[in-house]
T-cell receptor, first 115, second 113 residues
Framework: GAVVSQHPSWVICKSGTSVKIECRSL??????MFWYRQFPKQSLMLMAT?????????EQGVEKDKFLINHASLTLSTLTVTSAHPEDSSFYIC???????????FGQGTRLTVV | AQSVSQHNHHVILSEAASLELGCNYS??????LFWYVQYPGQHLQLLLK??????LVKGIKGFEAEFIKSKFSFNLRKPSVQWSDTAEYFC???????????FGQGTELSVKP
């Protein structure tokens, strides 16, 4: 089946620094990708929809200046957490829908810890 | 606003017991429905999905789900669970006019050997 790869799997950064997370569709093209955030023991909360060649669409309450999304090509979307703070520590997951808009394929997630 | 509700936060069962996890959604239009499983330390995997047709959907690993339109429900079932089914289960809904998935809160299933 289709594979979505996320990198890095985990990252620890200092407060105030920025962290970039990559999401790649390995064997298919994705004009749209989704970024989720998952707190421990909680569900996935959609943060934004990444659109190839245009601006991302952010969900209500998500700071677009803090969570920068770039969909540079049909196989790569990046999420940059700018000026990270401890409250940004979380599990970030990307997904890409299969062609035809059916099921979504998920990356393995990135555990971000801000110290 | 569209929402998905999973009734059980944590379910504990013994092996061979039957499982039913509830999922209700609030959206009046045409929807696509999914159940995903997240094993400890792993990424989300699709268990089964419903787009149209037979409302009783069979998925992988012996799981099935029934779409009841009148109740806005899509409950997940398995006749006999195994220890290896221990995981977090997420119900998700996508309406036809958009691509984003809305997830329920998740249900943690613990199966005792």
């Amino acid at each position: 089946g289709a594979v979505v790869s996320q990198h890095p799997s985990w990252v620890i950064c200092k407060s105030g620094t920025s962290v970039k997370i990559e999401c790649r569709s390995l064997d298919f093209q994705a004009t749209t990708m989704f970024w989720y955030r998952q707190f421990p023991k909680q569900s996935l909360m959609l943060m934004a929809t990444s659109n190839e060649g245009s601006k991302a669409t952010y969900e209500q309450g998500v700071e677009k200046d803090k969570f920068l999304i770039n969909h540079a090509s049909l196989t790569l979307s990046t999420l940059t957490v700018t000026s990270a703070h401890p409250e940004d520590s979380s599990f970030y997951i990307c997904s890409a829908p299969a062609s035809g808009g059916g099921e979504a394929f998920f990356g393995q997630g990135t555990r971000l810890t801000v110290v | 606003a569209q929402s998905v509700s999973q009734h059980n936060h944590h379910v504990i069962l013994s092996e061979a017991a039957s499982l039913e996890l509830g999922c209700n959604y609030s959206y009046g239009g045409t929807v696509n429905l999914f159940w995903y499983v997240q094993y400890p330390g792993q990424h989300l995997q699709l268990l089964l999905k419903y787009f149209s047709g037979d409302p009783l959907v069979k998925g992988i690993k012996g799981f099935e789900a029934e779409f009841i339109k009148s109740k806005f429900s899509f409950n997940l079932r398995k006749p006999s669970v195994q220890w290896s089914d221990t995981a977090e289960y997420f119900c998700a809904v996508k309406h036809n006019q958009g691509g984003k998935l809305i997830f329920g809160q998740g249900t943690e299933l613990s199966v005792k050997p």
